[in-house]
């Protein structure tokens, strides 16, 4: 297949999904029933309220969760490549990966230990 | 898809790597264990850890191995630079033990944290490759900031490890750009690759110049080198003394060590272009250092200035490009730990309640309260100075001879003249000590371990100085894979 060939599948999927956005966003506003009120107008911020002092003080919890999250999230992007090409890493790439895994079961033991997942 | 090919790599390089990881794990495991007010014990096997993988990476110090694919080097240079991590570490848990408790933070990570920095360094002392020597300055970083706010309670700890965070990073940015550059002329990032490719096509594109330039700039916030080194004073003063202690001397040299091995391995070929600029920035830093010093009276902040000029005769040592000056270098390594962590020890020592013990007031008459501890800080000013018997004169006398070898006359002058500038600030402390009256009559109560390491610090000071023989001679089988 020549290259220019090869890509229109992707123009064709690039319009498809900008036609479908395009579409429902205009459908809902002809469509749909509007009751505006206050809170529904405001952007919506993860719960936070949106407009107010910048300077206020966050539970020091969110923090730690988000840290343990991202840490946890880094074990599984090594894992996922692991995982595709477990057969070609063989032995050797079986021990690093468990060596590595024991490593996270080290810091959940701390984590746990230090308390650092209850919410008081 | 293609197969992955994953080459074992000789894991007997990384042993005391592994070690140290290990032992730094098991504290954190083992901190969780031990009750609150007991937390010395995490600190005792801590120091016993340390002389464990000491003992173990001893045994390296005839090998040369190359691994990970090149990017990993073992050799004696690298093991003496383990050996004096370790040695740092074991100096700065003995002073730490009882100074933590005064302090109100007698944590178990306080020791974690210390030996994964140590894990850090010691792999920028085997780097063979920039992507290494990041990976390596970044573990040690990392942990050195969270240290530097270890007394998180007291406004000014926080502010130096903000302040030592910021910079960090942001000077890290600098490092990887350099790095980028490098890669991006020479198509590799292994120091070997890199030496190679200049010798093949020559320096003559810029972009080298530059990443030559960002690589120094990148190792030189934690050198503390001229341009680079508005953070240390404030960061030195805010932190916890034996942090302090610390990061004045096992940073420094492991980014040293690193910026030398660069220079030599990789760039080697360019030596008279990063000769010239490391000529202006030696100078630059030991002047800054020692000219500001003089008007410091707070004892922490001075020593923080006298290191910055102790990194700017240092890199006279790597500017000499020869095989004295990195002999030198790795005696001056040996040298500033034992007389930087002992005078540290010092005020540490002076900490009671409610003194710091880093006022130049806290020294007064300190020779007629205590005039053995006056007596061993002399021994660390005169080191610090460079007067013999002592380590420091055998240690700057091996460096200025060296840069003399290179032929860079003027640079000695200039190190000489700073030599001298030291003098009066050094004793300015000694003056106060025997000069003048005690004013606060609170005594002193120095733990057992601070005890033994300020006095053993001392006496290797001194003995060192008479008899450097052992020192000279573990620096010269250092040099021996290079040159």
Redesign the interface.
Known sequence: MPLQDAYWPLILVALLAFGFGAVSVLLSSLLGPKKPDPIKCSPYECGVEPVGNARRKFFVHYYVIAMLFLIFDIEVVFTYPWA??FK???L??YIEMVVFIV?FL?IY??VL??GALEWE | MSAINVPVPNLSAIVPEILTTVLACFLLMFDLFVPKDRKRVVGIVALIGCIFVGAVTAKYINEHIVTFSGMFILDPFSVVLKLLFLLCDVVVILISLRYLEIENVSLGEYYALLIFATVGMMIMASANDLIMVYLGLETMALSVYVLAGFTRMTPKAAEAALKYFLMGVFISGIFLYGIALTYGVVGSTGLPDVSQYITLNGFKNPVLGVAVILIAAGLGLEIAMAPFHFWAPDVYEGAPTSVTAFISVAPKVAAIAALFRIYIEAFNLMAAYWQSILWLVAALTMTIGNVTAVLQNNVKRMLAYSSIAHAGYMLMGILAYNKLGLAALAFYFFAYCLMNIGAFGIVIYLRRQNIVGDNLEDFKGLAQVHPMLALVMVVFLLSLTGIPPTVGFVGKFLLFSAAVEAGFYWLVAIAVLNSVISLYYYFKIAKVMYMENPEVDVPLSAGMGLKVAVFTLGLLTFVLGIYPHPLISLAQRSISSFF
């Open positions: 595709v090409s070609s890493m063989g050797w790439g490593i080290l033991v701390y230990g230090r």
